[in-house]
Every structure is written in structure tokens, then in C-alpha cells.
């Protein structure tokens, strides 16, 4: 019996979200503790993730758009980086994509997602390109880098990757 119930928790747990995950200083799958506003007027350093420029707004009320993010909880690497965020309808953050890295800091980026999520699910190098892959229960790392163009590196939640990967299929079936 004391078996037949751990399993199940063990099951269940499997299944279940373990919550958010924070990476730079962004809680992928979690609520910021506060509404995300416009950055100021000549953009500052910012203590609080921010808008650059209005988002576009779904007709759900999610959020899209370019943000800043707070100068302390940025590695070296991320320092001059621009940023995507994707907020959905009820504040939950979905995504977080860091656009135009300098291709020559493909094995920096690579080597510290590495050392915060392990050893990468994909792994491709092809003509065009490379592409770098990690996955966790809550989360998906990507890290594309065509040739001679810069890098762009995503985090999505698990929850918007689903629902995601749900409306491509149900859009190839129409």
C-alpha cells in the first residue's frame, strides 16, 4: 500500500510543472511580481524588465514585443543583447528569445547553457547552420545560429511550446 502511494506520487510529479524557471533574471512559465511598463525615455538601465516601444496586444490580451532587461542579471554575454517577450493573457511569461548574438559567441552561449541545463538534447551542424537544443520538464532551450548572420537563442515555456505545437496541427488539418 505505502508503495502503491509513493508511485503515484512519483507519477503524478512526473507529470505535473515544477513551476517556473528563472533565467535571466525572466521567469519562463511564472509571473514577474510586477506589470511590465514601458522603459523611460532614453532608455536608461533599467531595475525592471520593460517594454522598448508598446507591445502588440492579441485580442486574448497576451503580449508581445521587444524588452529590456535589468543589467544585473545579465552575463557578460548578454550584456548588449536585444530581447522578444512573450506575455500571455493572464501575466504568465511564455517566451523569452535574445536575438542578433554575435555568431563568434555561439560556444560562450552554448557553454553556459550547458553548464545550467546539462548536455543538449539536439545537436546539429549543417551547411546553413547550427542548431543547439535542451530540454527540462518546464522548459526549452534553442539556440539557432545560421551561417554568416547572428545567433538567436529562445526560451519557452513547456506550457507554450504545447499549446504552440497544438495550433500548427490542428492549422495543417484545415
Request: hydrophobic content about 35%; charged content about 25%.
Amino acid at each position: 500500500m505505502r508503495f502503491a502511494l509513493m508511485l503515484s506520487g512519483l507519477i503524478a510529479s512526473l507529470g505535473a510543472n515544477a513551476g517556473p524557471v528563472t533565467v535571466l533574471g525572466v521567469p519562463i512559465g511564472g509571473k514577474l511580481p510586477y506589470k511590465v511598463r514601458e522603459c523611460a525615455p532614453n532608455f536608461p538601465p533599467s531595475k525592471v524588465v520593460c517594454w522598448v516601444g508598446r507591445p502588440f496586444v492579441s485580442k486574448r490580451g497576451g503580449m508581445l514585443g521587444s524588452a529590456m532587461l535589468p543589467d544585473s542579471s545579465l552575463p557578460d554575454w548578454a550584456q548588449y543583447g536585444s530581447f522578444d517577450l512573450h506575455i500571455g493573457p493572464d501575466g504568465t511569461i511564455g517566451e523569452l528569445r535574445m536575438k542578433d548574438i554575435e555568431s563568434d559567441k555561439e560556444k560562450t552561449v552554448a557553454g553556459s547553457i550547458e553548464r545550467r541545463f546539462g548536455t543538449p538534447r539536439t545537436q546539429s551542424r549543417v551547411a546553413v547552420g547550427a542548431i543547439t537544443g535542451w530540454r527540462t520538464p518546464e522548459l526549452e532551450v534553442e539556440l539557432l545560429c545560421p551561417v554568416r548572420s547572428t545567433c538567436t537563442l529562445s526560451f519557452e515555456s513547456d506550457e507554450t511550446r504545447t499549446s504552440r505545437l497544438k495550433r500548427l496541427e490542428q492549422a495543417e488539418k484545415e
